[in-house]
């Protein structure tokens, strides 16, 4: 006789369990609402996101990480697409909307084999076998642009050029996309072949025009915290030693130091001048070490800069300690703690030190530094919130040529790359028996969400778009030679006929370490929320909040 088992209860009382096939729909739901919030920010016409924080701050972008981080996401696999922006971002710089965009078309795709009962692993199964494919044929397709001449036999410079172009189409500052171009390859080129990020700078000020931005070979800060005697200092020098300190050089009262007791009156003031003889032996030797510029993290006081002053040396406080540790790799001199040792090996020099007006503010200018190659860029523009989107559109084109320059392969933008993966894919689909056959194809049909989405944000018809991208990746093949080569593979969307182009032949190119990058982000993220079966919620701790007993009255009433 079988007799009924008790219930074993593992997890608390009030924990929310959801599991199987409508916890997974409901997932793809979730992460399907934060895709359709930053899809229209994909493309050269893509619309800004004005996203209000309280308290008067308010941010206008419509860069996909930017978005997705200000976001306030609570759903934990919505949270999933959030990480893969910030990835996307951290390693390439650009296509953070492409990568989310991707990821929901690929869970869309998906919900409908959820629906009709496949399992997940073999929907996760089949998605990572075309995305290998998928890369392995960006690889085949991409195009070594040091090897490439183009038309006219174009140089190295002018291809990264269009790489820049490219990524601020879709951005602030894309009307001006030739001259900023131009200003974000001067800036990569400048730096060393190890190409340290942190040595190009962005400085940003209020006024003027975009086309009053400034490109300095070299390093540019705001004018330090100063003190009197500071405008009699001399503010240009020309082949000067600079000296850089983490260390105060100013008088602080007594009570702050220390607390000393005294017998006799006359022993405070050998005190009061043992401190002063201090100070001035700093200053001494600062002077004697042959710096004329001195810079320092900490606070530097009305009698040092007056003492520098009346020694025609220049000195500023409380530096930023980025644009420290920049000064100090571009002019070589280290950072020192104390003054007690300055040999001639702690400084460093550069061709040229002024202090210039760049609107309502002084600057300071570094440039001709020998050491390390640096750059910054001193941006001009209207309102804070606009300078703050032109900074991080700069941004992302400086790590797009970064990227470009260390990696030399790109490939057609426009959703060329996309539609050419997508024919690739449904022509290998029909080589496979079985369910993965429909779910390449399905993938395949997913990679059309990037054209298809370009077009939307333009105003176009997608659908007649699409169909003839379909028929220009689907002609047949050229020969060029003893080469055969696809006519429409860098077919992609012409945003300013409202038709397709070659967006090789366009320029407009994006470098292949982008798609890849995107490709696999995309597909990991999918491939984990569709591996989710089950989402356990703990309960919250609940508070006590059962007042106290009274304490009982001793004695008679």
């Known amino acids: 006789m079988n007799m009924m088992r008790p219930p074993i209860i593992v997890l608390r009382e009030g924990t929310d369990t959801s599991q199987g096939k409508g916890q997974l729909i409901s997932n793809i739901n979730a992460c399907m609402a934060i895709v359709d919030t930053v899809r229209t920010t994909l493309g050269p016409r893509g619309m800004d996101k004005l996203i209000y924080q309280g308290r008067g701050q308010m941010t206008i972008s419509n ?86 001449k183009g038309e006219g036999n174009m140089s190295l410079r002018e291809m990264l050029e269009r790489c820049a172009a490219t990524t601020m189409n879709s951005k602030l500052i894309g009307s001006h996309g030739v ?9 990569v080129m400048s730096l060393d072949d190890d190409l340290d990020i942190n040595l190009i700078g962005i400085k940003k000020e209020k006024g003027g025009s975009m086309e009053d931005t400034l490109l300095v070979e070299g390093v540019a800060f705001k004018k330090c915290f100063s003190y009197a005697g500071f405008e009699q200092q001399p503010k240009k020098f020309v082949n000067p030693k600079f000296l850089l300190l983490n260390l105060e050089l100013e008088l602080k009262a007594e009570k702050d130091n220390a607390e000393l007791r005294i017998s006799d009156p006359d022993e405070y003031q050998s005190l009061v001048d043992a401190e002063w003889k201090i100070i001035y032996d700093k200053l001494n030797s600062i002077v004697s070490s042959g710096a004329v510029v001195v810079f320092s993290r900490l606070a530097i006081g009305d009698l040092a800069t007056q003492y520098f002053a009346d020694r025609n040396v220049f000195c500023g ?22 003054v007690s040792n300055l040999i001639p090996s702690v400084l460093g020099s550069a061709a040229l030190f002024e202090e210039r007006q760049v609107g309502g503010e002084r600057y300071n200018f570094v440039s001709g530094c020998p050491l390390a190659k640096t ?12 300078l703050d989107e032109a900074d991080r559109s700069l941004h992302d084109a400086i790590m797009i040529v970064r990227r470009a320059r260390k990696h030399n392969a790109v490939v057609g933008g426009g959703g060329a790359i996309e539609m050419e993966l997508s024919r690739y894919l449904r022509e290998h689909s029909r080589t496979i028996v079985g369910k993965e056959q429909l779910i390449i194809n399905a993938y395949a049909k997913a990679l059309e969400a990037i054209p298809r989405q370009i077009a939307d944000n333009a105003g176009f018809d997608s659908t007649d778009i699409l169909n003839k991208l379909r028929q220009k990746h689907a002609a047949p093949t050229t020969t060029a030679g003893s080469t055969t080569v696809p006519s429409g593979t860098w077919f992609g969307v012409d945003i300013n006929t409202e038709d397709i182009c070659d967006t090789f032949k366009a320029f407009v190119w994006e470098p292949a370490l982008v798609k890849l990058n995107a490709l696999t982000a995309a597909t990991e993220a999918a491939t984990l929320i569709l591996s989710i079966d089950e989402t356990v919620k703990n309960p919250k701790p609940q508070e006590d909040n059962t007042p106290a007993p009274a304490p009982r009255r001793r004695g008679r009433r």
């Open 375 to 386: 750059a910054t860029i001193v941006l001009r523009g209207g309102g804070e919130q606009f």
């Open 63 to 148: 860069d996909g990480a930017t978005i997705m981080k200000l976001l306030d996401i609570v759903h934990p696999a919505a949270l999933t697409l959030v990480e893969i922006a910030k990835s996307q971002d951290d390693e390439v710089g650009d296509g953070t909307t492409s990568v989310v965009v991707l990821a929901g078309a690929f869970l869309n795709e998906a919900k409908s084999f959820i629906e009709e009962g496949v399992h997940p692993t073999t929907i996760v199964r089949a998605y990572r076998n075309a995305c290998g494919l998928a890369k392995a044929k960006i690889r085949d397709l991409a195009v070594d642009i040091t090897k490439e």
């Open 317 to 338: 406080g409380r530096v930023p300690q980025e644009d420290l540790n920049r000064l100090a790799k571009a002019t070589g001199a280290a950072i020192q703690t104390t």
């Open 179 to 187: 001259f900023f171009s131009k200003m974000v390859v001067d800036a």
